[in-house]
């Protein structure tokens, strides 16, 4: 399968790669690591008239700590991440989550910034980041803000970046030490979540439990309210609406949700 | 588009298509068939070469991305004649049966142990698991991946080859 002829343009940097979008419009993509753009271009299920290549701008890879915060750069590929020892010490979750996207040929190309961006309900990042109670800083012709996980991901596949913006930072609260569980519920090596639950500090978030990931609130406040890990999961599946398919219904998604809350609660990955 | 790439070690310099996938540029413009289009769909790893020595899925990449970098394909291994260990190491162990994923295969071999030069068996099986052979041959492939990673390859001669170069040496090509 080959894509649909387009133009293809090197950004210089993220405030070119912003002047390219806004001057292009709609018919304009960003491409970093392209594993989800480019096999959507081959199926014509995105069909862009240019192609705006941000995945080698330096501004845009590596890893820092910042006060309280771990801030990775929106084109820093998941291997990248995955192996960071500063990711692994001060968001150990994080790394964990980087680790099992796809596969290894995968990670080497395949970014953060674009992982979020393109906002998949099952995928690994969006999940953790909205446990973690991250945020993605946004750069746009008005100049930059920072959007909170609960704030960016708003359908399925849908973010709050606006025409115009592109993602240019990830930021996650440092936290080594912190207790954390992750649970990713798959039938073959390399795929997405059928359901996946990740656990920090209260916060437990789901992945493929509805069309964004969300928060199990109500397994949050029971723990809140002193529950144990195997009672507050019970009610991870609270409120959800979770879609059905090939792999599982409606209420084996339920239930899913609730042995890996409890799972992820008993710090388990 | 003008695009300028070290394929295997040699300086090239190609007008593309900016949608020409590296996959078909190494196997239409370049003459290189290593790298096989199995599933083209980013799963199965056939086309899997090395890009600036990381494995990647050369059907999920442009070659313009690839603009300016380093790709290397398994005809790109052997030295001089002499096969790489980890080629080696395959023809010893019998890595491989019908050979469509081998390719493939030893790329992504090669990449994992240049990040990871003593993995465990277990270490193997997920390093590759962006590989599929459909084959269902994978003992032998893991047996090839550790023989190469001590260094083994070639120490036995088995029947029908004349491997026998040891530990880092290499092993005549068709010797």
Redesign the interface.
């Known amino acids: 399968m080959i894509p649909a002829p387009f133009d293809y343009v090197a950004a210089q940097s993220p405030a070119h790669a912003v002047d390219l979008l806004d001057s292009l419009g709609d018919d304009a993509k960003l491409l970093a690591g392209g594993h989800s753009l480019l096999p959507m271009m081959k199926l014509r299920l995105a069909v862009p008239a240019v192609l705006i290549d941000i995945g080698r701008l330096a501004e845009l890879t590596g890893i820092r700590a910042e006060d309280g915060e771990l801030v990775i750069g929106a084109a820093t590929p998941h291997a990248t991440v995955a192996t960071s020892g500063l990711a692994q010490a001060d968001a150990p979750l994080l790394a964990h989550s980087a680790g099992l996207v796809g596969d290894p040929q995968i990670r080497h190309r395949g970014t953060i910034g674009g992982s979020l961006a393109h906002a998949d309900p099952a995928a690994d990042l969006p999940m953790a980041l909205l446990a973690l109670g991250g945020s993605v800083d946004v750069l746009g012709q008005a100049g930059t803000r920072n959007v909170a996980a609960e704030d960016f991901f708003t359908g399925f596949f849908e973010t709050s970046l606006k025409p115009g913006e592109l993602v240019t930072a990830v930021r996650v609260p440092r936290r080594p030490g912190a207790a954390w569980g992750y649970q990713k519920f798959v039938r073959r090596a390399n795929d997405w979540a059928i359901v996946g639950a990740a656990a920090i500090d209260g916060r437990i978030a789901l992945a493929n439990m509805g069309p964004t990931p969300l928060r199990a609130r109500a397994a949050e406040q029971a723990l809140a309210d002193g529950a144990g890990a195997a009672e507050a999961a019970e009610l991870a599946a609270e409120g959800t609406e979770p879609g059905e398919d090939v792999h599982a219904d409606r209420g084996y998604r339920r239930h899913l949700a609730r042995v890996l809350t409890r799972r992820a609660l008993e710090h388990r990955t | 588009?003008q695009v300028e790439l070290f394929v295997n070690g040699q300086p090239r310099s190609d007008d593309v298509?900016?949608?020409l996938?590296l996959v078909?540029y190494l196997r239409e413009v370049c003459g290189l068939r290593a790298a096989n289009v199995g599933c083209?769909?980013?799963?199965c790893?056939a086309c899997?070469v090395l890009?600036n020595g990381?494995?990647?899925?050369s059907c999920?990449?442009?070659t313009?991305?690839a603009?300016g970098q380093q790709v290397t394909t398994a005809e790109g291994l052997a030295d001089d004649g002499r096969l790489h260990p980890v080629q080696a190491a395959f023809r010893q162990e019998h890595g491989l049966q019908c050979g469509f994923c081998t390719p493939g295969m030893v790329m992504?071999a090669v990449?994992?142990l240049s990040e990871n030069p003593d993995p465990t068996e277990e270490e193997v099986r997920e390093?590759l698991?962006?590989?599929f052979c459909r084959c269902t041959g994978y003992h032998n492939i893991v047996r090839a991946v550790l023989a190469a990673a001590t260094g083994t390859a070639g120490t036995t001669r088995t029947a029908g080859t004349s491997a026998t170069a040891a530990d880092g040496e290499r092993a005549e090509v068709g010797a």
């Open positions: 588009m298509e900016p949608r996938l078909h083209d769909t980013t799963s790893g899997t890009l990381t494995s990647v899925k999920t990449v442009l313009v991305q603009n992504a990449g994992l390093g698991e962006g590989n």
